[in-house]
C-alpha cells in the first residue's frame, strides 16, 4: 500500500468517556467566566506582585485542569486534582515573581511547572493515580489527542466569538447603539467573555469525543504524510555529517543544538503519529511503517549530536543558567533516544511498536516527574554557571580581558553579583574590570553577544595615547557598551577643579564630552553635538585633532567638529 492509501480505520475509544452530559457546556462556561473575571481583579495592568501572580496562577490552572478532566460521576477527585495543580503552579509563581531578580532562569522554572501540568492531565485522566506504570497506554493516547484537540478548537472558537462580537458592535452601531463598544473597553468584560467562550466550546467538543476521536485520527494521518520528507532530510544530513567528518557540525553551533533537537522532537511526535495507540489502529501503508522505524531510530543519533555541539559550546564558553536548562533537555531527548533504539533493536521488524508505546508511557511519566521538580526552587543554576565561569577565568581557559563580567552582574543572578564582588576584591587587572562591571545600571545588547571589554579595545583610541587614561575611557565604556559601536577616539581635555579627567568622545563626526571617575563609577555626560555637514567616512585611524583657538574646538580629518567645546 502506499503512503497516500491509508485509510481512516478509528479504534473506538473507550465507552464510559462517550456519554453526553448536557450541562457541560454551561458549567464549563461559568467555571471560566468566573476564573476570567478573576483574573481580571488580579491584573490591574502593572507587572503582578507576587501573591497577586500567585493567585492568578492558581486560577488559570485549576479552572483549566477542571474544564478538561470534569467528570460528573467522579468529580471529588477532579476538584482534589485540580486544585492541587493550581496550588503547585501557584507555589511556582509566587517563587519565580518573589524571586525573580534573585535567581536565574526563572521562567525556565516556571516553563517546567506548565510542562509538567500539560503531562500530568493525561495521566490523571487516563487513571495513571490509580495504576501508576500499569496504565492503558490506549487510554492515554486517547486523551492526550482529545485534549489537544478540544483545546485547539475551543481556542479557534474564541477568536471566532470575538470577531462576531466586532461585527456586531458595527451593526448596532449602524443604529446609534454602542453597549458592545462600551462593554468591550471594560476590562472585566474581555476576561468573562474570553473565558465563557474558551468554556462552551470546550464543553460542546468534550461531549462530542465519538467525533473528535474520529477527527484525531484523521490529524494524525495528515500529520504522518510529513514524516517522508522528515526521514529522506534525515538519511541526507547524517550522511553529509559523516561525509565531512563532524566538521559541520562544528562550524555550527551556534545554531546546531536548537535545530537538532526540534528534529529530534519532529522525529518523535511523526513516529507517534504513525504508529497511534495499537498495532490495529497503526498505519497499514509498509512505506509509513519503514519511515516510523527510520524516524524512530533518528531520536538518538540527532539527540547525540545535539549534545556534543551543546558540549562544544560549554568547552568553548562555559556553563549559563540556560545551557544547563538546554543540557537538560538533551539529557530527555537521549533517554527518548536510547528507549527507542532499544525498542526497535527487541521488536525487531514486527513488534517495535509496542515497546516504543511502553517506553512513551515510562518516560511520560517520569519526564513529568523530572520537570516537576526542576519547577521547584530546588536548584540555583545561576550558582553553578557562576562557579564554572570564575573556574575557567582562574585556570586559564579565558583572558582577563576577553571574560564577561558582564555577564556575572546581569545573568546569573545574586549568585552571579556575589562572584562578580568578589573578583572585584582582586588586585590588578581582574578586580578593575570587575569593578567596572558592578557599576553597569543597564545590560545593552548587540545583536546576540555583548561586546567584551576586547572588542571596545580594539575600536579605541586615545589622544594622547596614554595607558592610563586608556585604562580609564576603556572602563567607562565597559558601563557604556552601547557606546563606541564602530571606531571612537578619547580626548584627553586635562583635570577640573575637583581634579576629575574630562574626555571628548568622538564618534561618527559627533562627540560628547565626559567627566570621568563619578561618585557610581560612571561619566557625567555634559551635552551631544550634532553632526556637521557631509563628510568622509568616520574611522579609528581619522586624523583628529584638539586646536587652541579663541575657544577650543574638534577636528576631525581637518575639519571642525560642531561647536567648540568649551
Known sequence: MAAGDE??????????????????????????ACGGLGLHFLFDGSDPQPLAGAGAAFIFF?????????????????????????????????????????????????????????????????????????????????????????????????????????????????????????LTREGWFGWMWSGAAFGTALGVLRNNLKIISSLQNVV??????????????????????????????????????PVLLACAVGCFVLTNAIMRDDDVATSRSRILRGVAMVLAAGVLPLSVFAAVSMGIRVHQHGLTPERIWALICIAVAVAYGIAYAVGLAQGRVSGWATYLRRANLNLASATGILALILALPLWDFGAISARNQVARLDAGRVSVEAFDYSALRWDFGDAGRQALARLGEREGEVGRLARAAAAQTMRVWRGLETPTRGDVAARLRVQPDSEELRAEVLDFLTTESWRCAEACIALDLGRNAEGRREIALVEGYNFERFV??????????????????????????????????????????GRRVGVPVD
Open 516 to 557: 570621568l571617575g563619578g561618585p557610581d563609577g560612571r561619566a557625567d555626560p555634559i551635552y551631544p553635538l550634532a553632526q556637521d555637514g557631509q563628510l568622509p567616512p568616520f574611522t579609528r585611524d581619522a586624523e583628529v585633532e584638539l586646536r587652541e583657538e579663541t575657544r577650543r574646538a574638534i577636528y576631525v580629518n
Open 220 to 257: 494524525l494521518i495528515v500529520l504522518s504524510l510529513l514524516a517522508v520528507p522528515l526521514a529522506l532530510a534525515l538519511v541526507v544530513f547524517l550522511v553529509a555529517l559523516l561525509a565531512s567528518g563532524g566538521q559541520a557540525l562544528w562550524d555550527a553551533t551556534d545554531s546546531a543544538t
Open 7 to 32: 485509510q481512516v480505520s478509528a479504534a473506538p475509544a473507550p465507552e464510559n468517556l462517550l456519554e453526553d452530559w448536557e450541562p457541560r457546556p454551561f458549567v464549563l462556561a461559568a467555571l471560566l
Open 62 to 182: 485549576a479552572a483549566l485542569a477542571a474544564a478538561f478532566a470534569l467528570d460528573p460521576r467522579n468529580w471529588k477527585s477532579v476538584a482534589v486534582f485540580a486544585l492541587g495543580l493550581g496550588a503547585v503552579m501557584a507555589g511556582i509563581a509566587w517563587h519565580v515573581l518573589r524571586f525573580e531578580e534573585a535567581y536565574a532562569g526563572q521562567h525556565f522554572a516556571f516553563a517546567a511547572g506548565v510542562f509538567a501540568s500539560v503531562i500530568a492531565l493525561p495521566l490523571f485522566q487516563a487513571g495513571f493515580h490509580r495504576t501508576r506504570l500499569n496504565t492503558d497506554y490506549k487510554l492515554t493516547h486517547f486523551h492526550v489527542w482529545t485534549d489537544a484537540i478540544s483545546g485547539a478548537g475551543a481556542l479557534a472558537f474564541t477568536g471566532l466569538s470575538w470577531l462576531m462580537l466586532f461585527l456586531l458592535d458595527g451593526l448596532l452601531g449602524l443604529v446609534g447603539i454602542n453597549l458592545i463598544e462600551d
